[in-house]
């Protein structure tokens, strides 16, 4: 499948009607975490929010999604926030973290593009930190003009005001300096461990609405996409989505032709229902989506859940914790004959609890801005 010219364009931004071709050529020559999660926002957006593109709210409009960019005095730095609240009658976005599908509502990444439309800067948010919804970034040499977006995971991708750079410093820099530097500086971001509930609770809504399915895909929808945990025995665990010896999923950036396919987050619940561990993947230079975590203390069973850009959310089977021999010293001990070894009790009647929010609830219905 290939994008349409015109998604292409989009989703090359300025980039494409900009006559440095150096600067897309060396942007693809960096790690393409942030053209990749661009390009599926862009498609999310075509596909689910407005065939027009990317949301610029007009004047007169509300800017409640609208990410405002604004320099520092010395022009070293820049802050974005979503929404307008300082202003009298405004309001910011809200950051309603929860764990209900229905109530999670938060911005969950801020990216930054330059006037090349190389990408300076991508962070994912949380939304049990207060809004706004807001980062600050030390802003490369060279850059002259940013463009801030951002993704709200009920309505899509916004784009704000051109901010213009103008230091002595920075006209002073070469473009193709500057493009390196950039480049270098926007990569994936994990989510911070206490949005991961409302991770998992906006995956759960994704699911229902945009998969039509009440729970997560499992091994019986095909091994591709199942994330299997290994547990370790040197304290860790590794995933990976795909059956050894089997089918593997592909982690395919994005090029600006083709959308992109990969697993954009692996996580773990244990057998109280609790995520102890969730990473954000990045395509780049991999064939594989893995993970590796240290095996929490404690755990007695772990189900791994893995979230497909375009496929959706598949759990795991659940996988029982093996508890760690323990090593008991006397103290006569004098060589390894006065070592014993006692297997700890087995904990394997632990119940699992499912973190499957019953998504039955969820009732369908036309986004609302
Ligand atoms: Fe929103
Ligand atoms: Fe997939």
Redesign the pocket.
């Known amino acids: 499948m290939k994008f349409p010219t015109s998604i292409s364009t989009l989703i090359l931004g300025a980039a494409a009607a900009s006559s440095s071709s150096n600067a897309i050529a060396l942007a693809a020559e960096s790690s393409g975490y942030c053209p990749t999660i661009y390009a599926d926002f862009v498609r999310r957006q075509l596909a689910n929010f407005s065939p027009d593109g990317i949301f610029v709210a007009q004047e007169g409009e509300s800017q409640k999604h609208t990410p405002f960019l604004t320099l520092s005095d010395d022009g070293k730095s820049a802050t974005v926030i979503v929404g307008n609240g300082e202003e009298e009658g405004g309001v910011y976005h809200p950051m309603s973290a929860s764990t209900d599908p229905l109530e999670v509502h938060f911005v969950t990444h801020i990216l930054v593009k330059d006037q090349d439309g190389n990408f300076i800067v991508n962070e994912a948010l949380d939304p049990t930190v207060a809004a706004p919804a807001t980062i600050t970034f030390a802003v490369p040499d060279g850059v002259t003009e940013m463009v801030a977006y951002e993704w709200c995971n009920k309505h899509g991708l916004w784009a704000g005001p051109a901010v213009q750079v103008s230091t002595s410093e920075t006209e002073t820099v070469p473009v193709q300096e500057k493009s390196l530097e950039v480049s270098a500086e926007c990569s994936v971001s994990d989510f911070p461990e206490a949005a991961w509930p409302s991770v998992h609770a906006d995956f759960l809504r994704l699911q229902a609405q945009v998969f039509e399915s009440e729970m997560p895909y499992t091994e019986a929808d095909g091994e ?2 199942v994330p299997y945990i290994t547990v370790n025995e040197d304290g860790t665990s590794s995933i990976l989505v795909g059956k050894v010896g089997g089918p593997i ?2 982690m395919n950036g994005s090029d600006g032709e083709t959308p992109p ?1 990969w ?1 954009t987050e692996i996580y773990v619940v244990d057998q109280d229902g609790k995520i102890v561990a969730m990473k954000s993947l990045d395509p780049t230079g991999v064939t594989e989506a893995t993970m590796t975590f240290d095996t929490p203390e404690g755990a007695t069973t772990m189900q791994a859940y893995s979230w ?4 959706g959310l598949y759990e795991g089977p659940v996988t029982e914790v093996e508890a760690p021999a323990e090593v008991e010293i006397t103290e006569e001990a004098t060589d390894a004959d006065a070592v014993t070894v006692k297997e700890a009790p087995s904990s394997g009647t632990a119940a699992v609890v499912s973190l499957s929010v019953i998504a039955s609830a969820l009732t369908l219905t036309a986004l609302e801005m």
Do not use: D, R, S, W
Not at 308 to 311: D, L, Q
């Open positions: 591709k996409h999923h592909p396919h697993i497909c850009n375009i496929h």
